[in-house]
């Protein structure tokens, strides 16, 4: 069993920066696909960042695409995201995901078997 944990959320103005942090234990996650996603009130989660078990391989949706950057460092258990010139649309919960079964990622909320309990991230503007 893994259990993952968020942190570095918080309130930040427009153009501003952020960096997540979710640290895993319980279990090594070096050969898993790990993902970013993102719950804003009244909308549906969405997928926002994978990066496959090695770290060379990385996929964002649209919207941050050039801002935020996924990253991951196996040696500490732990993946990243930087997030830069923030905007207001950002505000959301964020929550990071692990996959057991597959190391390239996924876009697809279903194919995560970990959850961490997420982190509030607002942007003023």
């Known amino acids: 069993q893994v259990q993952l944990v968020e942190s570095g959320g918080g309130l930040v103005q427009a153009g501003g920066s952020l960096r997540l942090s979710c640290a895993a234990s319980?279990?090594?996650?070096?050969?898993?696909?790990m993902a970013w996603f993102r719950q804003a009130p009244g909308k549906e989660r969405e997928f926002v960042a994978h990066i496959n078990w090695s770290g060379r391989n990385t996929y964002y949706t649209g919207s941050v695409k050039g801002r935020f950057t996924i990253s991951r460092d196996n040696a500490k258990n732990t993946l990243y995201l930087q997030m830069n010139y923030l905007k207001p649309e950002d505000t959301a919960v964020y929550y990071c995901a692990a996959d057991k079964d597959y190391g390239s990622g996924s876009n697809r909320a279903y194919d995560y078997d970990y959850w961490g309990q997420g982190t509030q991230v607002t942007v003023s503007s």
């Open positions: 319980g279990r090594t996650i070096g050969s898993y696909a």
